[in-house]
């Protein structure tokens, strides 16, 4: 419902995480016309990736986690279907069966006396070394948002980091025909 | 294949659109276009005085033609003075298409003369806009553009064309040869529609106290549509109220007609939203100015709710029966299903729910105290309605006090004869908004109700008028005031009348012979018939300045932050004062 000072019929409902696909034709702007729905309209965006999916029809995949009532999260899907070059929209909040990952880039100051106990905590979470022609530490580590939150709160008790994210994305996992 | 120029397969691409005119200024960025406009006969150009006008101008070619309104303008300032028609395009749906021309694009993003970021400006205000960069794309765009102006919701398409994609060679490809994809246009997306009219018919046969409330949408869906309305409204019996944007739907003289509904609508109109028990809004949007406070909006009722747009659905209050679809197709079906189950209103229900309207209406809500020495605004506006009620009339407006007046106290029998800036409520629209209506109807009387405030905003537009011997009649309530800012500060801020008051008002009636066009006025009630006469009788453009009462105000009214049934009738009815603090931070 929208925020006037009208007060709304439904403002006391919780307000929860969605993660929300958008399929657009790969055209000029088009990121522009989604992100700009979101901020025109006052709805947040807490993480956004888009990338080209399909190649040969010019399709790109948008990511938009955010979060709202559920009315509100209604009214951004439909809000998303008005956009021309849209295909189609996702809410994965509908959808149990859905695989969710993030990838993160992390960059490690060690020194002697954490270096031990830090490839210790990248080998729990299963971080990968990144060789890079500096050589130094880099780790990739993906996986659902939660397990990266988790590694960045171990890995910064006790090593100074800086850290790189992609935001989540998602695929449906129910078997296709 | 011959090729053509980009300008060439412009003009090619507005002619198999079946376009034959166009609103615009030239311009360095459109210089080809226009050169190629210069070498044609089919389209006609009108040339405005400032781009404002020319989208005004389109809005109202548009909206009293059910065709799509065409501007041509030019880069830079040519843009940026078209954004307010753009978004009271989109706000009122009204199917246009404009043409922007582009520096070249080697210049773009160089800050380059007159360059701006067109497509990034009017991207939050179009349904959807193109910067061409390719000129064999350019037809494809055009037909592309002109489809989505019209389809499903109408609104405003922009075509950003850089100059060196006017002047490139490329092929042009009609309209029947372009396939769009299915999901750039507009498919009702709900699929058991059918199942959703059956509860709806359902619903309204077992009502006690129904009302339809009527909107824009359905002069959107074309003239059929508002047949069918009326014939549905017939069928149930109920009473129906409309919006600003819906009057003339149904007829004002029909006796199921409530009026127009809101802030300053009718009290009966607004009692009778507030008690019933369903609501069918048939292509409104439960818009602020319609609401009032919401939580205390038509509390009892189930809401059926029919919109071409699913976004519409559920944005300001939450309905019970929602069917996405275009109000002709949505309505046959439900007459259909109406006759089909042969459901009638259980008539004890109804006299006793048009009873208790009658009583409302017995209020009398529009009365006003008549004033020997002073015109009083209602009265001009309900002569005016008098001596043209008979005649074949388009009604604009700007925005205002004037506005109110003319919606409450002129009676629209007929639909796409009221051409107003309802959504975005835009000072300046009426008198562009007036030469595009009698354009597109050139036999027609077209009167501009305006306001002195608002007239001043477009007044440039005269020359226009003037040039193409238009006769359009500019009807305005001069009150010296900005009228409805004066209210709402009288009514909200303590009588404090900040920067209301318009010092130093030209003298319209010379203002009117110095465009060469007539000014007539009047300054006493009797003179009133006379002026009003004169002003239809001439056939060349007239300002008509009538000075009415400084200090009159609009009602009824429904103060910002208040409800239906807290309706304010009079000067002497003053809002208790919890709701006025509410009320002040509301626009």
Redesign the interface.
């Known amino acids: 419902?929208?925020k006037?000072?009208?007060?709304?019929?439904?403002t006391d409902k919780p307000s929860k995480r969605h993660l929300i696909t958008v399929l657009v034709?790969n055209e000029?702007?088009v990121l522009?016309?989604v992100v700009?729905m979101f901020s025109?309209r006052g709805y947040n965006i807490d993480s956004l990736n888009v990338a080209e999916v399909v190649t040969n029809d010019h399709l790109s995949c948008i990511t938009i986690v955010t979060h709202g009532t559920d009315?509100v999260v209604?009214?951004i899907r439909?809000?998303l279907?008005?956009i021309?070059?849209?295909?189609?929209v996702n809410d994965f909040q509908d959808q149990e069966s859905a695989v969710e990952a993030e990838v993160a880039l992390v960059y490690l100051y060690l020194e002697e006396n954490n270096k031990k106990e830090s490839y210790k905590i990248c080998d729990i979470y299963r971080a990968r070394k990144i060789e890079n022609e500096n050589n130094t530490t880099i780790f990739e580590i993906a996986g659902t948002s939660e397990r990266i939150d988790s590694f960045i709160s171990d890995i910064e008790k006790i090593c100074k980091i800086e850290i790189v994210r992609s935001g989540p994305i998602a695929i449906s996992s129910l078997l296709r025909e | 294949m011959e090729k053509l120029s980009g300008s060439e397969i412009v003009i090619k691409s507005l002619i198999d659109q079946g376009v034959d005119t166009v609103f615009g200024y030239p311009g360095g960025a459109v210089l080809p276009i226009y050169d190629s406009l210069f070498k044609q006969n089919s389209i006609k150009h009108f040339l405005v005085r400032q781009e404002a006008g020319a989208i005004h101008a389109a809005e109202g070619y548009a909206k009293s033609s059910s065709k799509i309104g065409v501007v041509l303008v030019t880069s830079g300032p040519g843009a940026t003075n078209i954004v307010t028609g753009l978004t009271d395009a989109i706000m009122d749906s009204v199917p246009i298409v404009c043409i922007t021309g582009q520096v070249p694009q080697h210049l773009i993003g160089s800050d380059a003369f007159q360059e701006c970021d067109t497509?990034?400006i009017t991207?939050?205000c179009t349904?959807?806009?193109y910067?061409v960069k390719d000129v064999n794309q350019l037809s494809e765009v055009f037909h592309e553009a002109f489809k989505?102006a019209k389809n499903g919701k109408p609104g405003p398409v922009l075509i950003d064309i850089p100059k060196d994609v006017q002047f490139a060679l490329g092929h042009y490809k009609k309209p029947e040869t372009i396939t769009i994809?299915n999901?750039?246009l507009f498919q009702p997306?709900i699929i058991n529609n059918d199942n959703k009219v059956e509860e709806a018919t359902k619903l309204i046969s077992e009502s006690r106290k129904p009302i339809f409330y009527i909107g824009g949408g359905c002069i959107n869906s074309g003239n059929d549509a508002s047949d069918l309305v009326r014939e549905f409204v017939k069928l149930t019996g109920a009473p129906a109220t409309m919006t600003l944007m819906g009057l003339g739907v149904c007829a004002a003289s029909n006796s199921q007609s409530l009026g127009m509904l809101g802030m300053h609508g009718m009290y009966e109109a607004n009692l009778a939203m507030h008690e019933c028990d369903v609501m069918i809004n048939i292509g409104a949007r439960f818009d602020?100015r319609v609401?009032?406070?919401?939580?205390a909006f038509s509390p009892n009722s189930k809401k059926i709710h029919i919109d071409i747009?699913?976004?519409n659905?559920?944005?300001?209050?939450?309905v019970d029966i929602p069917i996405v679809g275009d109000v002709k197709q949505i309505v046959t079906k439900l007459i259909s299903s109406w006759k089909k189950n042969n459901y009638s209103i259980d008539k004890s229900y109804s006299n006793s729910w048009w009873e208790k309207i009658n009583k409302w209406k017995k209020i009398d809500c529009l009365s006003f105290e008549n004033n020997s020495d002073i015109i009083k605004p209602q009265l001009a506006i309900k002569k005016l309605f008098e001596q043209t009620k008979n005649k074949d009339t388009f009604i604009t407006t700007e925005v205002g006090q004037h506005q109110m007046w003319a919606a409450q106290y002129y009676k629209f029998e007929k639909p796409n004869r009221w051409i107003t800036s309802g959504g975005l409520g835009t000072m300046g629209f009426g008198m562009p908004a007036a030469i595009g209506a009698q354009i597109a109807n050139p036999e027609a009387l077209v009167i501009d109700i305006a306001g002195d405030g608002s007239i001043l905003m477009n007044i440039q537009e005269m020359s226009t008028a003037v040039q193409y011997r238009l006769p359009i009649k500019i009807f305005i309530l001069n009150n010296e005031y900005m009228g409805m800012v004066r209210q709402w500060q009288e009514l909200l801020h303590g009588g404090r009348y900040s920067e209301s008051y318009m010092d130093s008002l030209p003298d319209f009636v010379k203002l009117a012979e110095s465009f060469k066009g007539i000014g007539l006025r009047a300054k006493k009630p009797e003179e009133l018939d006379n002026v009003i006469k004169e002003m239809i009788n001439s056939d060349k453009p007239v300002i008509a300045d009538i000075w009415v009462d400084k200090e009159e105000n609009c009602f009824p009214m429904i103060q910002s932050?208040s409800a239906h049934n807290e309706m304010v009738l009079n000067n002497k009815m003053k809002q208790d004062s919890k709701s006025k603090e509410?009320g002040k931070?509301?626009v």
């Open positions: 419902m929208n006037s000072v009208y007060s709304s019929q439904t034709d000029p702007g522009a016309r700009g025109g009315e209604d009214l439909k809000q279907n008005t021309v070059p849209v295909h189609s | 497509t990034g991207r939050p349904k959807h806009n910067l989505i994809q999901h750039r997306k602020d609401t009032g406070r919401l939580d747009e699913a976004s659905i559920n944005k300001n209050v939450k932050g509410k931070i509301l």
